[in-house]
């Protein structure tokens, strides 16, 4: 029996260097083509892969780390990052 639990995300903004919008589009845009496609890991590509987003909408009210950057939608549902086209 397979088990596999995981959650991914790429934080949109914070103090670290590469903590941006651009980036954290093209992962979740990345990301989202290789579910779309049913690709698997590199090393088991013929494997059905379950991702979870890490965040979906911004923790506004989260003030501290980074956490809160991890969000794709704002509460009121509109994308929090202009580079992200899902």
């Known amino acids: 029996m397979r ?15 590469y903590a941006t919008q651009k980036l954290a589009g093209e992962y979740i845009y990345n990301l989202a083509e290789r579910l779309k496609n049913n690709v ?4 088991k590509p013929q494997w059905h892969v379950e991702t979870f987003i890490h ?7 989260n003030n501290d780390g980074m956490y809160k ?4 939608f704002y509460p009121n549902g ?9």
């Open 69 to 72: 950057w991890y969000g794709m």
């Open 3 to 17: 088990v596999i639990v995981g959650e991914t995300g790429w934080p949109s903004s914070s103090e670290v260097k």
């Open 40 to 43: 698997g890991t590199p090393l």
């Open 55 to 61: 965040t979906l909408y911004v923790q506004d009210k």
């Open 78 to 86: 509109s994308p929090a990052n202009p580079y992200l086209s899902l």
